[in-house]
């Protein structure tokens, strides 16, 4: 699987994006998603998953300002994001992996531990 992502950009705090994440080479309807961020010099961190059924699970500092959803048809998962704030700004990641549990604890794991076995080349959010 191939993922692509686009959508990132600069804005102002308090500001939205929305993030897009398009999959080629397979079809993502069985796939878990994630979306991650990066600073320099700081770990990886998961923001956001989904499950192949749509369930999801969210970090706690997006709870309530991010939504993650997902299009099959379309083979993409968008990822919005609202009230955004300066600590919000990093490279944006997208991952798939084919192992998925239909469970939203496992889910968070599989974020917590950046278990995702397919990865996109990220895009910058910068937030001030």
């Known amino acids: 699987v191939q993922l692509v992502e686009s959508g990132g950009g600069s804005v102002q705090t308090g500001g939205s994006l929305r993030l897009s994440c398009v999959a080629s080479?397979?079809?993502?309807?069985?796939?878990?998603m994630g979306w991650f961020r990066q600073i320099p010099d700081k770990e990886r961190e998961g923001v956001a998953g989904?499950?192949?059924?749509?369930?999801?699970s969210y970090a706690d500092s997006v709870k309530g300002r991010f939504a993650l959803s997902r299009d099959n048809a379309k083979n993409t998962v968008y990822l919005q994001m609202n009230d955004l704030q300066p600590e919000d700004t990093a490279m944006y990641y997208c991952?798939?992996?084919?192992?998925?549990?239909?469970?939203?604890?496992?889910?968070?794991?599989?974020?917590?531990?950046?278990?995702?076995?397919?990865w996109g080349q990220g895009t910058q959010v910068t937030v001030s």
């Open positions: 080479g397979d079809t993502i309807g069985r796939y878990c």
């Open positions: 989904i499950e192949s059924d749509g369930s999801t």
């Open positions: 991952a798939a992996d084919a192992t998925c549990y239909t469970d939203v604890a496992k889910l968070a794991l599989k974020l917590s531990r950046r278990d995702f076995g397919y």
